[in-house]
């Protein structure tokens, strides 16, 4: 896909949500998102294989600001807020999940339905939030494919 047809994806609100990150898509998303004046995220998941490693790198992606809890009612408040990174929308790319997924799978299915349930407030503002999950292993069944 090219980067016109991204932006017209990541500019659908009611579309927004987590999914699995298209093959090969990750620069267009990005540029295409960009575009659109969102805020772009990507938190390397590739040394992580615990929760608390798991929050703290989401954490350390974001820029979550002093008096993150390190617990998943924080990291839900913290995405669903994201004041200090005001934008048109947001795109979060978690990178190589397959070791965090093959180590931690309930915490990071965990961390997943806390960003889904994060887009869902933001869809309620009228803002758009993407997550993509590049991850080879295909244990998620609920992740979706954007196209």
Known sequence: ?????????????????????????????????????????????????????????????????????HNWDALLDYLADLGWQPAEGYLVILEHCDGIHGHAEADFVQALQIFETAANEWREQGIPFWCFVDMQADGINWLSDIA
Request: proline residues 3%; aromatic residues 8%; negative net charge.
């Open 1 to 69: 896909m090219n980067d016109n047809l991204y932006a017209a994806i990541l500019s659908r609100l009611e579309h927004a949500g987590v999914f699995h990150m298209p093959l090969d898509a990750e620069e267009s998303l990005t540029h295409a998102a960009e575009q659109l004046g969102f805020a772009v995220f990507r938190i390397n998941l590739s040394g992580v294989r615990n929760k608390h490693g798991l929050l703290l790198a989401i954490g350390k992606a974001l820029a979550f600001p002093d008096g993150f809890g």
